[in-house]
């Protein structure tokens, strides 16, 4: 295989034309491609985006430019910042003036920032006011140069994650800062250099300030765990993030549980197993081409926190024991509660807070799998108004990361569920529910039933024959409410 030198790497990135032609109409313009795109191009990562900052060419003029050649939205003017289309294209690329920026009260906001945008700036002094060594890079393309002003080759090379200058004030400019040290740490499997890990951790209970905003942290938040989520519930716990964001989930560390069922420990112990379920085989077997989503990850991260609330030690004859009696609905609610507080929601929607309640209320549902009735089944894991692929899966790994003394299994339930479940998508389900044979108001008609609970009864029964696969037909099933008491 042939080794690409950093510029090669770099020059497989894509310029739209209007900047690559950018000289064509201002001879002194320039051209680079900054921040992340360039890290990611030299560890050979493909970026989520490309960002691009233009010299010598004013905002106004630069705007027209674009906007003869696709659509220029303004993204963010005090910033100086452009949202370019290429005429054509869907894909986007942030095109911003180099600035300067000053926080006045060094408070972590990110609100009270001076922002000064100089076409004239040298793109050295743009790129010191970056978060990250590894970050604030930049490409010339036209010069074909690579500007790396505070030593972010070298912290490539040796796979730190360092504050560009001072680490206390570059925190304190903005304090999600902090989680995104730790999210960028897990997504390229760096180390944060001593001196800023030791920074963020003194300033982690800042996470909670009133100045920043919960959208923030929720955004970090949902990044750390999309990405790697066992490493995420590691790292927020040795900041002391997790006691400032989270503190209930700390609670599982010495919750403790029967041996005879969860020999892998205590429910923290269970609970970071479970998240390890998603990179078995047997998860891939069982479901192959899902992608858990970071609400799924959050519910089995959390789906026993109710434990912690409900834990009861029994004595018996033979020993004694551990109870968590309705621990489900309590661990719903909390689940609730820390989404909501965290607005979770608010990061591309990924986690619903009623939604995650929803999967860890009925976690257990596994339970009674054998004698349970398709009906149930049907309105729990085939409902499109509900997220039942991500219930079963949940179950899954709850499974997979219950460590019984007597090596007995744990399955039986969500393999039965799974072999039901297919059969009634057999029957006629195929991304919706499979049509009913008959409605209420037939019912009515055909029997002469008032309205009322005994029509909901009749249609119930009516529905589990049906994913039975015993009644089939229109006909079929008149015969069948004809038989019925009414």
């Known amino acids: 295989m042939v080794k690409l030198t950093p510029e090669q790497k770099i020059a497989k990135l894509t310029v739209p034309p209007a900047l690559k032609n950018l000289r064509s109409a201002f001879k002194r313009s320039e051209v680079y491609i900054v921040g992340g795109s360039v890290r990611d ?57 180099p600035r300067l920026e000053h926080s006045l009260y060094l408070k972590g906001g990110y609100r009270d920032f001076a922002i000064h945008t100089d076409p004239r700036l040298k793109i050295e002094e743009d790129l010191k006011r970056r978060d990250f060594t590894i970050n604030a890079l930049a490409w010339h393309i036209f010069d074909k140069k690579l500007i790396d002003p505070s030593g972010g080759i070298d912290d490539l ?124 085989p047997e998860f891939k077997k069982l479901f192959p081409n899902f992608k858990p989503d970071a609400e799924l990850y959050f519910a089995t991260w959390l789906h026993d926190i109710g434990k912690v609330n409900t834990y009861k030690k029994e004595y018996h004859r033979d020993g004694h024991t551990f109870t968590f009696w309705h621990h489900d609905k309590v661990g719903a609610i909390i689940a609730n509660n820390i989404a909501s507080r965290l607005k979770l929601s608010s990061a591309n ?37 509900l997220p039942g692929k991500k219930l079963l899966v949940l179950m899954f790994a709850d499974c997979w990361a219950s460590l019984p003394k007597s090596k007995r299994s744990h399955w039986e339930g969500v393999s039965i569920l799974i072999k039901r479940l297919k059969l009634i998508k057999q029957r006629g389900y195929s991304g919706n529910r499979a049509k009913h044979l008959l409605s209420g108001e037939e019912i009515m008609e055909h029997l002469g039933v008032p309205s009322g609970p005994k029509v909901g009864y009749l249609l119930a029964q009516l529905r589990e024959k049906q994913l039975n696969g015993q009644i089939k037909t229109r006909d079929s099933a008149l015969t069948f409410l004809k038989k019925q008491p009414t």
């Open 41 to 97: 191009a030299l560890l050979n990562r493909k970026p989520n985006d490309i960002d691009f900052v233009v010299r010598n060419i004013t905002y106004a003029k630069l705007a027209d430019y674009l906007n003869a050649r696709g659509i220029a939205q303004f993204a963010g003017r005090r910033f100086g910042v452009i949202k370019y289309f290429p005429r054509g294209s869907k894909v986007s690329y942030d095109v911003a003036l």
């Open 157 to 280: 090379a040796s796979r730190l994650i360092r504050a560009v200058g001072d680490p206390d004030t570059r925190f304190k400019e903005d304090y999600s800062r902090l989680l995104r040290a730790l999210r960028i740490s897990i997504q390229l499997n760096f180390t944060i250099e001593p001196t800023t890990w030791q920074i963020v951790r003194s300033n982690i209970s800042h996470l909670n300030d009133s100045v920043l905003p919960r959208e923030s942290v929720a955004s970090e938040l949902v990044k750390m765990f999309t990405t790697n989520p066992t490493e995420s519930v590691d790292m927020l716990d040795l900041s002391g993030a997790l006691r400032i964001l989270i503190p209930e989930a700390l609670g599982m560390k010495n919750c403790q549980q029967s041996v005879k069922d969860h020999s892998e420990g205590t429910v923290w112990d269970h609970a970071r197993l479970s998240l390890e379920a998603f990179n078995q």
């Open 349 to 385: 929607s990924q986690i619903i807070p009623a939604s995650l309640a929803w999967l860890v209320r009925y976690h257990l549902l596994r339970f009674g799998a054998k004698t349970m009735d398709m009906i149930v089944i049907e309105q729990f894991l085939s409902n499109p108004r």
